[in-house]
């Protein structure tokens, strides 16, 4: 089994920036994808980032090319997601999810998910 933490949300003004953490604890692997989604209410989720267990390969959501930056730490079992410039339309909560193999898209190809951190993007 794997667990799955997500840290790092908050209230920040339009324009500023966070750094989310999500660390993953129990039978996890290097190899593993991992993935930040997010939820606006009323919306489904959707998929922000990506990155492979190696690191070299990552995926955005053209909603936020340019603005975020995923990266992992596998030492640490860690990936982060800088997020600059930020929108209010950035406002959701955040979710961080593990897939065992390669990096997708698809919310729908994650086997491990973790609770959440909520982002509030004022204007």
């Known amino acids: 089994q794997v667990q799955v933490v997500e840290s790092g949300g908050g209230l920040v003004q339009a324009g500023g920036s966070l750094r989310l953490s999500c660390a993953a604890s129990g039978r996890i692997f290097s190899s593993y994808a991992m993935g930040w989604f997010r939820q606006a209410p009323g919306k489904e989720r959707e998929f922000v980032a990506g990155?492979?267990?190696?690191?070299?390969?990552?995926l955005y959501a053209d909603s936020v090319k340019g603005r975020f930056t995923i990266s992992r730490d596998n030492a640490k079992n860690t990936v982060y997601l800088q997020m600059d410039s930020l929108k209010p339309e950035d406002t959701a909560t955040y979710y961080c999810?593990?897939?065992?193999?390669?990096?997708?898209?698809?919310?729908?190809?994650?086997?491990?998910w973790g609770q959440g951190t909520q982002v509030t993007v004022s204007s």
């Open positions: 990155i492979s267990g190696s690191g070299h390969s990552t």
């Open positions: 999810a593990v897939r065992i193999g390669m990096v997708r898209s698809s919310r729908y190809e994650y086997d491990y």
